[in-house]
């Protein structure tokens, strides 16, 4: 593998002055948190992704998720206060977010944008989440990601069968 690229997401880790480790993996198209968690042997739970999402009226937003769960949109909705929450098209969430879907960062988005997050991801001792690049993972502790990002906690899971 290569070295790990410089991105929006890592600059801001460093400004920030927050220890994290770098994870490349060898990215499959569509293959998710599933392939970045068997590719760095890590529970998929500790895999979180980045779901770029509209509300009712096209207003953007991220949401974090544990890899091995699903969002409730109508729950999430429910939280938030909006009528309807569906995810972007692809073309939409690379505008909002200025990174290409598959290495999209809730970290140095293009803009910024509300932030909402499963409230258990926090309960673990550490996260992978994408570090701005196709195959390339962060590790940290969530309370530094909590600390340098205004997050909403939300409890908008709906396990997956079998989780």
């Not at 509300?55 to 409730?72: F, Y």
């Not at 989440?129 to 993972?137: E, P, T, V, Y």
Request: glycine share 10%.
């Amino acid at each position: 593998m290569s070295k790990a690229p410089s991105t929006n997401a890592t600059r801001l880790l460093r400004q920030a002055g927050v220890a994290y480790t770098e994870h490349l993996y060898r990215y499959e198209e569509h293959g998710g948190t599933a392939v970045s968690a068997r590719e760095l042997g890590a529970a998929e739970h500790a895999v979180i992704k980045t779901l770029v999402m509209e509300d009712e009226k096209g207003a953007p937003l991220i949401i974090l998720m544990h890899g091995d769960r699903e969002v409730s949109t109508r729950e999430l909705a429910r939280q938030v206060g909006a009528k309807a929450i569906h995810p972007c098209k692809p073309e939409v969430a690379n505008r909002h977010s200025g990174y290409v879907v598959g290495g999209t960062s809730p970290l140095g988005t293009k803009k910024p944008l509300p932030i909402y997050a499963e409230a258990t991801l926090f309960e673990l001792e550490r996260i992978y989440l994408n570090g701005g690049s196709r195959g390339f993972l962060v590790g940290l502790v969530p309370g530094d990601l909590e600390r340098i990002l205004t997050i909403h906690r939300v409890q908008a899971a709906v396990p997956l069968s079998g989780s």
